[in-house]
């Protein structure tokens, strides 16, 4: 019976040992992540927009962003691909509320370089790893 427990001991841990080299390294390394928020309004408004985030119980505050301006910060990965920055955006009237980082989608998208890059415009959100390609992820009103 004995032997029963060690080989089934053995083999989890050999299960184990298999799937943390499956998962991706960054999401238990504590991988660090730099977010960019970009005002891309094209029209010269005088409202400003305003974003306000926080990641995981850290309130990071707020700003309010001019045509061409940005608000950026660093985030490190959870060991559970937990890690979640969620930001709220105001234009007018209109709110917004999206997740800037959340660390079991942004693992891969944000890239080698580990930068992600939120582009917003008068029709939608849009998101980039190198600012160049850019593809439109949502819009204000939905």
């Known amino acids: 019976m004995r032997r029963i427990y060690s080989f ?5 841990l050999a299960a184990f040992v298999i799937f943390m080299s499956m998962k991706e390294s960054e999401n238990f390394s504590g991988a660090k992540y730099d977010i960019r928020v970009v005002n891309g309004f094209t029209d010269n408004s005088s409202l400003a927009l305003v974003i ?19 608000y950026s910060w660093s985030v490190e990965t959870s060991f559970w691909g937990t890690t979640l920055s969620r930001c709220t955006m105001k234009w007018d009237a209109i709110r917004k509320q ?45």
């Open 52 to 70: 306000w985030c926080s990641s995981g119980d850290e309130d990071l505050g707020g700003r309010a962003l001019q045509v061409g301006d940005d």
């Open 8 to 12: 089934l001991l053995i083999f989890l």
């Open 98 to 142: 999206f997740d800037a980082f959340h660390g079991r989608r942004d693992v891969r998208r944000c890239g080698p370089l580990r930068t992600c890059f939120w582009l917003v415009r008068e029709d939608g959100f849009y998101f980039s790893n190198d600012q160049v390609n850019w593809k439109k992820v949502f819009s204000w009103y939905v």
